[in-house]
């Protein structure tokens, strides 16, 4: 998820950070430490909820995550899946158990080794309920972790087991053919026990976090930077070509623009939309305008009224939203109008379009104004809703778009509100907002998407509950083959959005700004861009 997705829990204090950070200052870019190499400046976007792996849920965060840690399994440059701390894995003839075996080289940034019971000890801590894990449904799948979560078992019955220093095996509630997917994210990634045991919660602090990827974090500036420097003791160490690199948090997109064009960036988070035309025109060898499996959601409070239990409401709201026409005359950045809550492109998978998809306008329009007036509004009762969305120039010009069409369509009176990104996720999670929140959600796993639908799906969910989905997604579960898997997937979409519990509006791109200067820069879907795979020329 960029955002939501998938999420802050307990939070390290912003003046525990600048103290922390005030000796550590910005590494200097282009400096040349021992080998020679570059440090590279890189836009992030807005502040991250937690560094803690368990307990955030934002995508923004995964930039550091896979810089700081790596699980079993890793993300190669171009997003597919390699292998990681394990080099080599198999599985049952059932699907239910993997044995993977982990490389001799993996090494904590302090120089020790990286163990099979580093696992076992991060995974059964992500279940203790203590930990308020982020993301439960990416845990689920291994045996007994729900029970674990929400119903106290002893974490030490999760399916997890160290054979042997090099040797894990895990054993899941369900096969779950993509697991390898679920390995490479920073959910399933190790922990260095010391230093848990050392710090509690602090352990991610500058200075004290002891991680196994590539950099280590040198430097953490609330809404300034994160500095990471490379990790000698690293497995890939003597491949890397930069020294280190600094994240810049920035949620004006204007002055990140200011930055790139200074040449204080090497890469932007994204481009402001407004200037999108001109950065073609005057910025073209920069501009890398890609499709981003990501779904950007507005998000109706099911726990509320008028939302709970009315989905011929939301279901209008969606009809009366011309999504083509955001993406071609508003956005206009390489985005594709969403009719389905999973995104095309992720394990093979092609979700079912609404049934409503298809029809001309008029149509469109007339069934909308039909279901809000079944919903119970019409000219003599007009709705009136807030659209929550966090600070940023292109989710501003998707609110006023929406906005209007919803006026026109049916008579809405919308207020929009804008807050800082993790304000936006705290109150989402907490269902405190009083309509609609705006989220992307944006993960290469395919099953996620509608796992947020779940009724267990407590804290991420807009509070979805429908026990026929619920069996769906169960039978989803117990797939076997990967036909199966995509057509009960299918099928427990098909479900969810005849309620419309999320409305989903586009598939966005990933748009950057990149130096040509940037060497080893690979679109991909997931846009995720590990410094590793990175240099510098000239």
């Known amino acids: 998820m960029e955002e939501a997705g998938p999420l802050p829990q307990r939070r390290i204090t912003r003046r525990t950070l600048i103290a922390t950070a005030a000796s550590l200052p910005l590494l200097a870019a282009g400096t040349a430490p021992a080998a020679g190499r570059p440090v590279l400046d890189i836009g992030l976007g807005p502040e991250v909820d937690t560094l803690d792996p368990h307990r955030s849920t934002t995508i923004v965060a995964g930039a550091l995550f896979i810089e700081l840690w790596e699980g079993l399994t890793s993300f190669a440059a171009d997003g597919s899946v390699a292998p990681g701390v394990a080099e080599r894995w198999e599985t049952s003839v059932d699907g239910l158990t993997w044995t993977f075996h982990l490389r001799a080289d993996a090494r904590w940034s302090d120089g020790s080794p990286v163990t099979a019971d580093d696992f076992v000890f991060a995974w059964r801590r992500a279940v203790t309920p203590a930990t308020r894990l982020g993301l439960p449904e990416w845990v689920a799948p291994i045996r007994n972790a729900l029970p674990i979560l929400q119903n106290g078992a002893p974490p030490e019955s999760l399916g997890v087991a160290a054979l042997d220093d090099r040797t894990l095996q895990v054993t899941l509630e369900h096969p779950k053919p993509d697991l390898t997917v679920y390995t490479a994210y920073w959910v399933l990634c190790p922990l260095h026990r010391p230093s848990l045991a050392a710090h509690g919660d602090s352990f991610v602090q500058p200075g004290r976090l002891v991680g196994n990827g590539a950099f280590t974090l040198a430097a953490a500036v609330p809404q300034s930077h994160y500095a990471l420097t490379a990790n000698p003791h690293y497995h890939g160490a003597a491949a890397l070509r930069v020294a280190g690199v600094n994240y810049h948090v920035t949620e004006d997109l204007q002055t990140e623009l200011k930055r790139f064009r200074a040449g204080e960036l090497v890469a932007t988070k994204e481009v402001p939309p407004t200037q999108l035309d001109w950065a073609r025109t005057h910025l073209a060898d920069s501009l890398r305008l890609a499709y981003r499996a990501s779904t950007f959601f507005l998000i109706p409070n099911l726990t509320r009224a008028p939302w709970k239990d009315n989905p011929d409401l939301a279901t209008a709201l969606s009809m009366a939203i011309d999504r083509r026409t955001i993406v071609e005359k508003i956005t206009r950045g390489g985005e594709l109008p969403a009719f389905s809550m999973t995104p095309e492109g992720l394990a093979g998978y092609n979700p079912p379009q609404a049934g409503w998809a298809g029809l001309a306008d008029n149509d469109r329009i007339a069934a909308a104004r039909a279901l809000y007036a079944r919903a119970g509004y019409g000219p003599g009762r007009p709705l009136s809703l807030e659209l929550l969305y966090n600070t940023n120039e292109l989710n501003r010009q998707v609110a006023v778009a929406v906005a209007a069409m919803w006026q026109q369509v049916l ?25 609609i929140v705006r989220i992307t959600w944006a993960v290469g796993l395919v099953t996620e998407y509608l796992n947020l639908l779940r009724s267990r ?3 991420v969910g807009p509070g979805y509950v429908n026990p026929a989905f619920d069996r769906a997604m169960a039978d989803v579960d117990q797939s076997v083959t990967i036909g199966q898997f995509h057509e009960r997937l299918a099928a427990a979409e098909r479900l969810a959005m005849a309620d419309m519990p999320m409305i989903p509006i586009m598939r966005q791109s990933s748009r950057r700004l990149v130096s040509p200067r940037l060497q080893g820069w690979v679109d991909n879907a997931l846009d995720l861009h590990s410094a590793r795979f990175l240099s510098l020329a000239g």
């Not at 509100?417 to 309509?435: C, I, L, T, W």
Request: hydrophobic letters at 30%; aromatic letters at 8%.
């Open 411 to 435: 008579g809405v009176r919308t207020t929009l509100a804008n807050q800082e990104f993790k304000v936006v996720v705290g109150r989402m999670k907490e269902h405190s907002y009083p309509d």
């Open 457 to 459: 799906a407590n804290t």
